[in-house]
Structure formats: C-alpha cells, structure tokens
C-alpha cells in the first residue's frame, strides 16, 4: 500500500531528494516517479501536497495532476521499465539535450543516460563536447568577438567625450584567444557538473542507434525505453572547385590569427555578424550573397537599413553573386571567383580566408536512425509531431536536428516541454509564435513577430508605423550610424503583430518587447507606456504616426 509518505518522497520536488529517492530504491517497493504523479489524485484524493525541503509551494503544478486520458497514457508508456538500463537515452550534449536530460532525471525520476563526442572547439566526426554548437563553435564565442572588436569602436568615439589616447593602439589577437578557449571549456565543464547534480549518466563517445531500444557507444550496447536525438546541426558547404581551401563557422571563431582581408560567402545572420566582427578588428570585409538583399529571414526594409550601415562601416556587399571557384597562391593567400545571374565576374585575391556561410543541415548522418525507420525530411530532419515525437515509439527529437526554429533558446524550450510531456504527463508543446531572433552584427538586427509583408498576407489590413533614429551617445561623436524601428499592427484588433529594430544593444530592448506581444500587447498600450528617458528604447513608446496602411491587403493613401 503506498501511504501519503510514500508518494511525497516519491514526488518531492527537491532535485537532491528526489535523485537519493532513485539511487535507493528496491525495485518494487516504491512506484516510478511518473506512475506516482500519474495517480496521486485518483489513489489520495488529496490536491497536490507541499515540499518540507523548499520554498517552492507545490511540489508539482495542479495542471500536471489534472491529466486528460492522453497525458496520462503517455506518463504510463514512459514510466520506469526495470528490463531496460535507462527510462531515457539523450544522444548529443548541446542545450537541448542537456536540458531534458537534467530534467527529466532531477525533476522526474527518470533514470537518463547522455553521450556526448569528446571535447574540441571543432566540431568533427569524432569530437564535438558538452555545450554543443552554441557553447563551444556559436552563440557563446560570437559574441565573446563582437565585445572585443566593439572596443575599436570605443577608442574612436571616446574622444568626442574627451579622451585623448596616446600612441598606437595595439591588440593582442593570441591573448583573446586564449581567454576565449580558456572560458569557452569552463562553460563546457559546467555543463558536466549539471548532470551530475542532477544525477544523470555520462558516457563520452559517438553514438549509434542499433535499434528502437538501443544504443551503442564504444563498442558497448545501453538500452533505453526511450531515446532523443538532440544532435543539432552541420554547415554545409556548396561544391565548388577550391572548397577545401575554404573555412565554416566553427573555424572563424577560432582563427591562429587575426584576418587583414576576408571574403564570407552567404547573406545570413553568421555572414553578417561575421563580417561586422572582423571589420570592426580592422580587416577588410567582401561579402557575397545569392540575393538581392541580406538576411532574407529578417523584414525586408530593416534588412535594407543594415546594408546601409554595412555599407557605411566599410564592408563590401556584392549582391546577387555566388562563389564558383577558389584558389590557393604560392605565397598562401587565396583568390576567389564569383558570378552572377547575368555571367558577370568578380575575382578577389589576396585573400586571407574565406568563410561559408551558406547555411547548416541537420547532423543525423551516420545515426543509424535510416535503419529503424525513422522519417526524415529532405533536408535530413527529423520529423517529429507537436511534442517532439516521431513516426518510431521510442524515438524523440528536439533541437536544430529537428528544422524547426535553429535557435538555442527554442531547443531549451523544446527540451524542457518534452520532459515534462514525457514524464511529467502535461498536454504540453513548444510554442513557436512570437520567437525573438537577433543578429550581432554591428549595429545589431533584432526581431519579434511577423515582418509587414507577411503580416499584409495573413491579415489584410495592417498599419505600419516607422521611424529611423541617432542613439544620443553618438551625437558627441563622429559615428553617423542610424538606428531603424518598424511595429506592425493588426488594424481591426490593434495587436502588435510585429517589432523589427537596427541599432546598437537592440536586443536588450527587444527582449522584454517580446514579453510583452507574448502577453498580446496592443499599439494603444504600448502608447500609454511610459518611457524611460533619454533611452532608446522609448523611441517605442512615441511612434504615432501610421507610415504605410494596408486594406484587404492593398496599400492605401490617406
């Protein structure tokens, strides 16, 4: 018989008590975490009971009490099965993995494995590390670059404030890398000591799926009732004459030295932030893209503003032009060709490195996940159903591996809800509406919500509201840069449907924008906000005047 006790060891929400509950248990003698949860209400009728142990209330939220029949028949098919050495496998240590394994054992119960390649700064068949792409080769280093090419920028603009530098200024390319890797193994570390804490084991090496239930690594099989594929994703590099000779994102974050001539290949947000970093560490920048614009995913006029600040910083856009071949000198530099849609020619020599940035796929190659069955798309996705499930039982995904959103907090959204869907027995799914992306670039790109045009196509009838801005930091200095705000609004019902920004630090403004369209902010609310003064982000509180209007999605004037 299993006493209220029982269940509240069982169902403790402290992490530290709840993996001593696991690690203790006799088989048989307490109930897996998720069946406890699963009939707590139905056994007890009894509402959700409080944790001794903190200060958190409820030990689990009355929603993950109230059950449908689905939730709780997919509580019961990933309850502890003592014939399988997991309840879940994670294959692959980036944010996504790591999260729903660090949750699934430490707020569930569940016994998790992970595996992850061994540590390198360069992802290869054969090394990869804990903190996945956005740790170790992304998010993290990018933006370790950005701060330091920034610097130039402030040494320029402080005289306007009255400093006076004298002498060369002098960078030392070698210190910052270093510092960087230094810090950049460090986060990885941390990573580990999560899943210990959280009671989860690691196994280092290239894993496998020999079968719906099991997991190879290092010539030994683990089986799971469960298994994730949180593999994110690779770049992927055009095949052109002279590709060898060339370099993807993972390199240029963890280049020997520092750039005097670079050539990047792509219009996306790792070309642009990219080009920025290494125009502000004084390189000359020459990027070439297949459009007529850069960062095709982003509102075409804000799209268009950053060119032009591009432009003005000094980095060569050559529109409309794709890489057809690249050679390597004698003396080491490289000379690149290029053409576009009318046979015109472009070559570039005395080239440094050259960076693809032309696009990334899904890292399932080699999984083994073909021979089980699943289903991919036509870009080596899996494909999987609103809760991360795919065509094959056992099987789960989450993350870039996934073409969803390819963006780090998605995948810790996704990894989070599909713990709690699978264990914890909530009716929950990731929710992609209103997802914030922003580009480092300099000035950064940032955005939330629909751009205009589509807006006009899902809406009809949209007012737009625009406004370009100087930063009041810049007016005792030489930089001319502009920043750009755009909201778009749903007329009939007033609802921010979008908010595009240019301009330095943007993304701290946007972030707690996004927040508020999350909570379904109107344009009349967001006018009857106060703003804080002088600030930039104000500037998105005193927009008035409507710039374009749409009806029944023709543009109209007034």
Not at 48 to 68: D, E, I, N, W, Y
Not at 208 to 233: M, P, R, S
Not at 413 to 424: D, S, V
Request: hydrophobic content about 35%.
């Amino acid at each position: 018989m299993h006493t209220a006790s029982t269940f509240h060891s069982v169902a403790c929400s402290c992490a530290r008590f709840a993996r001593n509950v696991r690690l203790s248990q006799v088989a048989g003698a307490v109930r897996p975490l998720t069946s406890v949860r699963a009939s707590y209400g139905a056994v007890t009728g009894l509402s959700a009971p409080r944790c001794p142990h903190t200060k958190k209330g409820l030990l689990f939220p009355v929603s993950a009490v109230q059950l449908s029949g689905a939730a709780s028949r997919a509580m019961a098919s990933a309850a502890k099965d003592e014939k399988y050495d997991f309840d879940l496998f994670t294959i692959g240590g980036g944010t996504g993995g790591v999260r729903a394994a660090r949750f699934a054992a430490s707020d569930y119960g569940a016994r998790v494995a992970l595996c992850e390649l061994p540590f390198s700064l360069i992802q290869t068949e054969t090394e990869g590390g804990l903190g996945g792409t956005c740790i170790l080769r992304g998010c993290v280093p990018k933006k370790f670059l950005v701060y330091g090419g920034e610097y130039a920028n402030d040494f320029k603009e402080c005289e306007g404030y009255g400093w006076h530098i004298e002498g060369e200024i002098t960078h030392d390319w070698r210190k910052l890398a270093d510092r960087k890797a230094k810090q950049l193994r460090k986060l990885s570390d941390s990573y580990k000591g999560q899943l210990d804490k959280a009671g989860v084991h690691y196994i280092e090496g290239r894993a496998t799926v020999k079968d719906e239930h099991t997991v190879h690594i290092n010539g030994k099989d683990y089986t799971a009732k469960n298994i994730l594929i949180a593999t994110g994703g690779r770049a992927v590099v055009p095949p052109i004459e002279g590709k060898e000779h060339t370099i993807i994102s993972d390199q240029i974050l963890d280049l020997p030295k520092k750039p005097s001539k670079l050539v990047i290949v792509g219009g996306g947000y790792i070309a642009a932030e990219q080009a920025c970093i290494y125009r502000n560490f004084g390189a000359d920048v020459h990027m070439f893209f297949r459009g007529k614009h850069m960062l095709a995913g982003f509102d075409p006029e804000a799209a268009k503003h950053a060119e032009g600040q591009f432009k003005h910083k000094g980095i060569n856009l050559n529109p409309d032009f794709s890489p057809v071949k690249v050679v390597k000198e004698s003396d080491g530099k490289l000379t690149m060709t290029a053409k576009n849609n009318d046979d015109k020619e472009v070559t570039v020599d005395g080239i440094d490195y050259i960076l693809m940035a032309t696009g990334r796929k899904p890292a399932t190659q080699g999984l083994g996940l073909d021979k089980i069955g699943v289903e991919l798309d036509e870009k080596g996705g899996v494909k999987v159903d609103d809760f991360s499930h795919s065509n094959v039982a056992s099987i789960w995904a989450i993350g870039d591996v996934t073409n969803r959103i390819p963006l780090t907090p998605v995948a810790r959204m996704e990894g989070t809800y599909f713990a709690q869907h699978l264990f914890g027995g909530l009716d929950i799914k990731p929710d992609y509406a209103n997802v914030a992306s922003v580009v480092f670039s300099s000035p950064q790109v940032a955005q939330v919500g629909v751009n205009e045009d589509k807006a006009v196509e899902q809406y009809g009838d949209v007012d737009v509201f625009t406004s370009t801005f100087s930063a009041l930091k810049d007016s005792l200095t030489d930089n001319e840069g502009k920043g750009f705000i755009k909201i778009v609004v749903d007329a009939k019902s007033d609802r921010v449907l979008g908010i595009h920004l240019v301009g330095p630090e943007v993304s701290e403004i946007l972030q707690g924008f996004a927040a508020a369209m999350k909570a379904g902010i109107t344009k009349t609310q967001l006018n009857e906000t106060v703003g804080i003064h002088p600030t930039s982000a104000e500037e998105l509180t005193t927009l008035r005047s409507v710039t374009r209007k749409y009806r029944n999605k023709e543009q109209v004037k007034d």
